[in-house]
Protein backbone atom coordinates (compact mmCIF):
# COMPACT_ATOMS: atom_id res chain seq x y z
CA UNK A 1 0.00 0.00 0.00
CA UNK A 2 1.56 3.19 -0.79
CA UNK A 3 1.85 6.03 2.00
CA UNK A 4 -0.54 8.72 1.90
CA UNK A 5 2.37 10.94 1.45
CA UNK A 6 2.63 9.26 -2.04
CA UNK A 7 -0.95 9.14 -2.55
CA UNK A 8 -1.28 12.95 -2.13
CA UNK A 9 1.62 13.68 -4.42
CA UNK A 10 -0.39 11.54 -6.80
CA UNK A 11 -3.51 13.22 -6.22
CA UNK A 12 -1.83 16.45 -7.36
CA UNK A 13 -0.30 14.85 -10.14
CA UNK A 14 -3.73 14.31 -11.73
CA UNK A 15 -4.99 18.00 -10.44
CA UNK A 16 -2.14 19.26 -12.88
CA UNK A 17 0.57 19.60 -10.22
CA UNK A 18 4.00 17.97 -11.36
CA UNK A 19 6.46 17.51 -8.25
CA UNK A 20 9.09 15.87 -8.10
CA UNK A 21 10.98 16.58 -4.87
CA UNK A 22 14.43 15.69 -4.60
CA UNK A 23 18.24 17.06 -5.30
CA UNK A 24 18.69 16.75 -9.28
CA UNK A 25 14.54 16.61 -9.47
CA UNK A 26 12.86 19.48 -11.45
CA UNK A 27 9.24 21.18 -9.95
CA UNK A 28 6.87 21.97 -12.56
CA UNK A 29 4.53 24.67 -11.23
CA UNK A 30 2.95 27.82 -12.49
CA UNK A 31 4.75 30.59 -13.33
CA UNK A 32 3.40 32.33 -10.25
CA UNK A 33 4.22 29.92 -7.84
CA UNK A 34 8.19 29.98 -8.92
CA UNK A 35 8.23 33.76 -8.57
CA UNK A 36 10.60 33.53 -5.26
CA UNK A 37 12.59 31.14 -7.63
CA UNK A 38 13.31 33.95 -9.77
CA UNK A 39 14.08 36.40 -6.34
CA UNK A 40 16.54 33.82 -5.49
CA UNK A 41 18.46 33.30 -8.97
CA UNK A 42 18.29 37.35 -9.27
CA UNK A 43 20.66 37.32 -5.31
CA UNK A 44 22.75 34.17 -6.37
CA UNK A 45 23.74 36.01 -9.68
CA UNK A 46 24.74 39.05 -8.07
CA UNK A 47 26.35 37.08 -5.36
CA UNK A 48 28.67 35.14 -7.93
CA UNK A 49 29.21 38.67 -9.62
CA UNK A 50 30.83 39.50 -6.27
CA UNK A 51 32.73 36.85 -4.83
CA UNK A 52 33.03 34.63 -7.99
CA UNK A 53 31.82 31.18 -9.03
CA UNK A 54 33.59 27.48 -8.72
CA UNK A 55 37.16 28.29 -7.22
CA UNK A 56 35.70 31.12 -4.69
CA UNK A 57 36.51 29.41 -2.06
CA UNK A 58 38.90 27.15 -0.32
CA UNK A 59 39.30 26.18 3.29
CA UNK A 60 41.86 26.49 5.61
CA UNK A 61 44.84 24.40 5.59
CA UNK A 62 43.54 22.66 8.60
CA UNK A 63 40.22 22.94 7.55
CA UNK A 64 38.84 25.00 10.57
CA UNK A 65 35.55 27.23 10.68
CA UNK A 66 37.28 30.75 11.46
CA UNK A 67 34.79 32.35 14.40
CA UNK A 68 34.14 35.51 12.31
CA UNK A 69 33.00 32.64 9.39
CA UNK A 70 30.98 30.84 11.57
CA UNK A 71 29.24 33.67 13.42
CA UNK A 72 28.10 34.88 9.29
CA UNK A 73 27.20 31.06 8.98
CA UNK A 74 25.09 31.53 11.92
CA UNK A 75 23.34 34.51 10.72
CA UNK A 76 22.43 32.96 7.63
CA UNK A 77 20.94 30.09 9.04
CA UNK A 78 18.71 33.00 11.09
CA UNK A 79 17.57 34.48 7.81
CA UNK A 80 16.09 31.35 6.51
CA UNK A 81 14.27 30.44 10.11
CA UNK A 82 11.07 31.58 8.99
CA UNK A 83 10.15 30.03 5.83
CA UNK A 84 11.77 26.72 7.92
CA UNK A 85 8.91 27.26 10.09
CA UNK A 86 6.49 27.07 7.80
CA UNK A 87 7.96 24.07 6.21
CA UNK A 88 8.06 22.21 9.44
CA UNK A 89 4.62 22.21 9.65
CA UNK A 90 4.12 21.12 6.42
CA UNK A 91 6.50 17.64 7.41
CA UNK A 92 3.96 17.54 10.34
CA UNK A 93 1.16 17.00 8.70
CA UNK A 94 3.07 14.50 5.82
CA UNK A 95 3.95 12.46 9.12
CA UNK A 96 0.85 12.47 10.22
CA UNK A 97 -0.52 11.38 7.09
CA UNK A 98 2.66 8.57 7.06
CA UNK A 99 1.16 6.98 10.48
CA UNK A 100 -2.31 6.97 8.90
CA UNK A 101 -1.37 5.22 6.51
CA UNK A 102 0.28 2.84 8.47
CA UNK A 103 -2.69 2.18 10.95
CA UNK A 104 -4.65 1.43 7.67
CA UNK A 105 -2.57 -0.89 6.55
CA UNK A 106 -2.70 -2.72 9.75
CA UNK A 107 -6.20 -2.89 9.65
CA UNK A 108 -6.82 -4.26 6.28
CA UNK A 109 -4.37 -6.81 7.77
CA UNK A 110 -6.99 -7.85 10.50
CA UNK A 111 -10.15 -8.01 8.02
CA UNK A 112 -11.05 -4.32 9.18
CA UNK A 113 -12.13 -1.46 7.07
CA UNK A 114 -10.24 1.17 7.07
CA UNK A 115 -11.13 4.77 8.16
CA UNK A 116 -11.40 5.85 4.94
CA UNK A 117 -13.55 9.11 5.72
CA UNK A 118 -10.45 10.46 8.20
CA UNK A 119 -7.47 9.36 5.17
CA UNK A 120 -9.30 11.15 2.74
CA UNK A 121 -9.81 14.46 4.98
CA UNK A 122 -6.42 14.26 5.53
CA UNK A 123 -5.44 13.85 2.44
CA UNK A 124 -7.61 16.88 1.09
CA UNK A 125 -6.59 19.00 3.23
CA UNK A 126 -2.79 18.28 2.98
CA UNK A 127 -3.12 18.17 -1.37
CA UNK A 128 -3.83 22.06 -0.93
CA UNK A 129 -0.88 22.28 1.09
CA UNK A 130 1.60 20.35 -1.52
CA UNK A 131 0.14 23.66 -4.34
CA UNK A 132 2.84 25.90 -1.73
CA UNK A 133 5.75 23.70 -2.07
CA UNK A 134 7.64 25.25 -4.75
CA UNK A 135 6.69 29.03 -3.34
CA UNK A 136 8.39 27.73 0.35
CA UNK A 137 11.44 26.46 -1.23
CA UNK A 138 12.25 29.35 -4.09
CA UNK A 139 11.46 31.41 -0.35
CA UNK A 140 13.82 29.41 1.32
CA UNK A 141 16.26 29.16 -1.11
CA UNK A 142 15.55 33.45 -1.71
CA UNK A 143 16.63 33.81 1.98
CA UNK A 144 19.49 32.11 1.77
CA UNK A 145 20.91 33.81 -0.94
CA UNK A 146 19.76 37.11 -0.16
CA UNK A 147 21.67 36.45 3.21
CA UNK A 148 24.77 35.23 1.76
CA UNK A 149 24.85 38.39 -0.30
CA UNK A 150 24.86 40.36 2.91
CA UNK A 151 27.57 38.60 4.50
CA UNK A 152 29.73 38.14 1.41
CA UNK A 153 29.56 34.35 1.78
CA UNK A 154 29.91 32.28 -1.55
CA UNK A 155 27.50 28.94 -2.32
CA UNK A 156 30.19 26.83 -1.74
CA UNK A 157 31.62 28.38 1.29
CA UNK A 158 28.40 28.24 2.84
CA UNK A 159 28.08 24.01 1.64
CA UNK A 160 31.17 23.51 3.11
CA UNK A 161 30.28 25.28 6.66
CA UNK A 162 26.72 23.34 6.62
CA UNK A 163 28.26 19.91 5.97
CA UNK A 164 30.96 19.70 8.81
CA UNK A 165 28.41 22.16 11.18
CA UNK A 166 25.86 19.83 10.30
CA UNK A 167 27.62 16.45 10.43
CA UNK A 168 25.83 14.83 13.26
CA UNK A 169 22.51 16.14 12.17
CA UNK A 170 22.63 14.72 8.62
CA UNK A 171 23.87 11.32 9.83
CA UNK A 172 21.00 11.28 12.14
CA UNK A 173 17.36 9.71 10.99
CA UNK A 174 15.91 10.87 14.26
CA UNK A 175 16.97 14.14 13.45
CA UNK A 176 16.95 14.45 9.69
CA UNK A 177 13.21 14.06 7.99
CA UNK A 178 10.84 15.37 6.28
CA UNK A 179 9.27 15.07 2.74
CA UNK A 180 11.97 17.81 2.05
CA UNK A 181 14.83 15.90 3.96
CA UNK A 182 14.71 12.05 2.30
CA UNK A 183 17.36 12.63 -0.05
CA UNK A 184 20.66 13.95 1.51
CA UNK A 185 22.92 13.10 -1.10
CA UNK A 186 25.38 16.08 -1.51
CA UNK A 187 24.47 17.85 -5.23
CA UNK A 188 26.06 16.68 -7.65
CA UNK A 189 27.08 20.42 -8.25
CA UNK A 190 28.63 20.46 -4.74
CA UNK A 191 30.22 17.45 -4.29
CA UNK A 192 32.80 18.42 -7.84
CA UNK A 193 33.14 21.88 -6.07
CA UNK A 194 34.03 20.84 -2.54
CA UNK A 195 36.62 18.13 -4.29
CA UNK A 196 38.26 20.92 -5.81
CA UNK A 197 38.62 22.43 -3.02
CA UNK A 198 40.04 20.08 -1.25
CA UNK A 199 42.88 19.49 -3.75
CA UNK A 200 43.41 23.21 -3.61
CA UNK A 201 43.60 22.84 0.68
CA UNK A 202 45.98 19.99 -0.16
CA UNK A 203 48.38 21.64 -2.51
CA UNK A 204 49.38 24.00 0.43
CA UNK A 205 49.61 21.20 2.88
CA UNK A 206 52.96 19.05 3.80
CA UNK A 207 52.40 15.19 3.32
CA UNK A 208 50.36 13.51 6.48
CA UNK A 209 47.25 12.06 8.13
CA UNK A 210 45.09 14.92 6.77
CA UNK A 211 46.32 15.73 3.76
CA UNK A 212 46.24 12.06 2.69
CA UNK A 213 42.00 12.34 4.67
CA UNK A 214 41.83 15.35 2.00
CA UNK A 215 42.83 13.45 -1.08
CA UNK A 216 40.23 10.47 -0.50
CA UNK A 217 37.43 12.47 0.08
CA UNK A 218 37.95 14.38 -3.11
CA UNK A 219 38.35 10.97 -4.94
CA UNK A 220 35.06 9.65 -2.96
CA UNK A 221 33.17 12.93 -3.93
CA UNK A 222 34.25 12.56 -7.76
CA UNK A 223 33.02 9.29 -7.88
CA UNK A 224 30.14 8.27 -5.62
CA UNK A 225 26.71 10.15 -4.66
CA UNK A 226 28.06 10.83 -0.72
CA UNK A 227 25.69 12.27 1.95
CA UNK A 228 28.49 13.21 4.43
CA UNK A 229 31.92 14.25 4.58
CA UNK A 230 34.38 12.16 6.48
CA UNK A 231 32.39 9.49 7.64
CA UNK A 232 34.53 8.33 9.53
CA UNK A 233 34.21 11.51 11.93
CA UNK A 234 34.94 15.20 11.10
CA UNK A 235 39.09 15.78 12.00
CA UNK A 236 39.65 16.97 15.44
CA UNK A 237 40.66 20.62 14.35
CA UNK A 238 37.43 21.18 12.26
CA UNK A 239 35.53 20.12 15.26
CA UNK A 240 37.20 22.02 17.97
CA UNK A 241 36.40 24.81 15.42
CA UNK A 242 32.82 23.99 15.89
CA UNK A 243 32.50 23.62 19.34
CA UNK A 244 31.99 27.01 21.34
CA UNK A 245 28.75 27.27 18.53
CA UNK A 246 27.23 24.37 19.03
CA UNK A 247 24.11 24.69 20.97
CA UNK A 248 23.45 27.93 18.69
CA UNK A 249 24.22 25.57 15.55
CA UNK A 250 21.32 23.15 16.42
CA UNK A 251 19.19 24.98 17.30
CA UNK A 252 19.17 26.56 13.61
CA UNK A 253 19.14 23.29 11.75
CA UNK A 254 16.12 23.43 9.26
CA UNK A 255 16.00 19.75 9.21
CA UNK A 256 12.38 19.89 7.17
CA UNK A 257 14.97 21.64 4.36
CA UNK A 258 17.81 19.27 4.51
CA UNK A 259 17.49 17.79 1.24
CA UNK A 260 17.31 20.96 -0.50
CA UNK A 261 19.32 23.66 1.23
CA UNK A 262 22.60 23.47 -0.71
CA UNK A 263 21.14 23.66 -4.02
CA UNK A 264 21.41 26.06 -6.56
CA UNK A 265 18.24 26.70 -8.28
CA UNK A 266 17.76 27.11 -11.64
CA UNK A 267 14.87 28.17 -13.50
CA UNK A 268 14.22 26.70 -17.10
CA UNK A 269 13.57 28.26 -20.04
CA UNK A 270 10.07 28.45 -20.01
CA UNK A 271 9.98 29.52 -16.61
CA UNK A 272 7.25 27.23 -15.51
CA UNK A 273 9.61 24.68 -13.69
CA UNK A 274 13.53 24.49 -11.74
CA UNK A 275 16.26 22.59 -11.36
CA UNK A 276 17.79 21.88 -8.38
CA UNK A 277 21.32 20.62 -8.18
Known sequence: MATLKQWTLGCGLGCGLILVLGIGGCVGFSAWTLTPFG?????????????GGMESFTPPPTGEVPAGRLAAFLRVQEAMQPTCAGLEELTKRFEKMDAMSAEAA?????GEDPPVF????EALGLTGSVFGI??????L???RNEALLAEEMS???YTYIHLVAYHEERSSPSVTKGPFAEDLAIPRRARFAL???FDRQRAVLEPGDFATALENEGQLLREERRELLFEEGLPPAIAASLESERERLASLYCAAAAGVVLSRAERRAAGTS????
Open 155 to 157: LDE
Open 141 to 143: LAS
Open 39 to 51: DAERARDALEERL
Open 274 to 277: ITLD
Open 134 to 139: AEELGS
Open 118 to 121: GILK
Open 106 to 110: EAEKR
Open 195 to 197: ADM
